[in-house]
């Protein structure tokens, strides 16, 4: 069994900051790439940013130069600093992961529950 848990949600006052975690945990022989996802009410879930084994990383427009994302490959936890923080960040942010099980299994976008971002005054 693999789990994802997402902690570092909250409420905040625009311009300010979070720091997201997500571990990976259980049975658990290689992860690929790890990646934030946001969804807020009525729309999409959109992709936030990636991060591969490598280190190459991907953003949204709509956060490059405020989100950055970081992985310990060690603890197989991925972290995502979000600054600068603006209203329409508000979402459930998931974390998601490719990732090769002990048993053999790929899993191709395993998911966390989510943690809810709300920037608000």
């Known amino acids: 069994q693999v789990q994802l848990v997402e902690s570092g949600g909250g409420l905040v006052q625009p311009g300010g900051s979070l720091r997201l975690s997500c571990v990976a945990s259980?049975?658990?022989?290689?992860?690929?790439?790890m990646g934030w996802y946001r969804q807020a009410p009525g729309k999409q879930r959109e992709l936030v940013a990636r991060?591969?084994?490598?280190?190459?990383?991907n953003y949204a427009d709509s956060v490059k130069g405020r989100f950055t994302i970081s992985r310990d490959n060690d603890k197989n936890t991925v972290y995502l600093q979000m600054n600068s923080l603006k209203p329409e960040d508000t979402a459930v942010y998931f974390c998601?992961?490719?990732?090769?099980?002990?048993?053999?299994?790929?899993?191709?976008?395993?998911w966390g529950q989510g943690t809810q971002v709300t920037v608000s005054s």
């Open positions: 998601n992961a490719d990732l090769w099980s002990v048993a053999g299994t790929w899993y191709d976008d395993y």
């Open positions: 259980g049975s658990i022989f290689s992860i690929n790439a």
């Open positions: 991060i591969v084994t490598g280190g190459s990383t």
